[in-house]
């Protein structure tokens, strides 16, 4: 069974500039988590998305945004860039979202897109 | 709110000998998970080894085990018979089982560099 995978792996934007990131789940899987690594603050939670719905929202300006599509595949948009975007973006799936008083599901994560804004 | 705490950036360790990760965590609920996250440098993330709060006896997985402290709030995470493939960046992670301050995302810590020399 095919992995999480994030598309682009790289990428180099501008600030102000716009952009898109993708991220397939794993196949059968229907939640899908983003979170944002970066050295200075570590890995933080951005969103989760469930059946084309956002669940959960991380500490983040209103400029991040997401959504998730009927197959599971979810994108992550971030307007007007800026310096401090730079990070490593995760993707995690897992087959369903986090329920209370349930056993944790795993998070399988992909390999990461790492955008540079210049 | 919950926080995680790795105090330890870096530490290195000699193959075939044990290393000891350590993890603490600041929570007022009583039942929780707690991950321990292996990011190679490849970047993707991969899980551990997990702890469910209410069980006593301490997880294992093959040659990787942690020492739960739960009154103590501690974490730690054990490799024995390091092996050249186990450096990496390790991740603590702590996951609430309810609607609580984390609302069911990871809570990470900024995570411990291991370095394997052989």
């Known amino acids: 069974k095919a992995g999480v995978t994030q598309t682009p792996r790289y990428l180099i934007k501008t600030r102000g500039q716009q952009v898109t990131l993708s991220c397939s789940p794993i196949?059968?899987?229907?939640?899908v988590s983003w979170y944002q690594q970066t050295p200075g603050q570590g890995l933080q939670f951005l969103f989760e998305y469930f059946s084309e719905t956002q669940r959960n929202k991380g500490n983040f300006p209103g400029r991040f945004s997401g959504r998730q599509f009927s197959n599971s595949r979810s994108e992550m948009n971030v307007s007007t860039l800026e310096l401090g975007d730079s990070a490593l973006y995760l993707c995690a799936s897992s087959l369903q979202p986090f329920l209370p008083g349930t056993s944790g599901l795993e998070q399988f994560f992909g390999p990461g897109t790492r955008l540079t804004v210049l | 709110a919950q926080t995680v705490t790795q105090s330890q950036p870096e530490m290195s360790v000699q193959e075939a000998e044990t290393v000891t990760l350590s993890c603490t965590y600041d929570?007022?609920?009583?039942?929780?998970?707690l991950f321990w996250y292996k990011q190679p440098p490849s970047r993707q993330m991969i899980l551990v080894i997990r702890?469910?709060?209410?069980?006593?006896q301490n997880a294992t997985e093959n040659r990787f085990s942690v020492n739960f402290q739960k009154a103590a709030k501690s974490f730690s995470l054990k490799i024995s018979d390091s092996q050249l493939g186990d450096a990496a960046m390790y991740f603590c992670?702590?996951?609430?089982?309810?609607?609580?301050?984390?609302?069911?995302?990871?809570?990470f810590g900024k995570g411990t560099k291991l370095s394997v020399k052989p």
């Open positions: 929570t007022s609920e009583s039942d929780y998970y």
């Open positions: 992670a702590y996951r609430s089982k309810d609607y609580g301050g984390s609302q069911g995302n990871l809570i």
């Open positions: 196949s059968g899987h229907r939640s």
């Open positions: 702890q469910e709060a209410y069980k006593q």
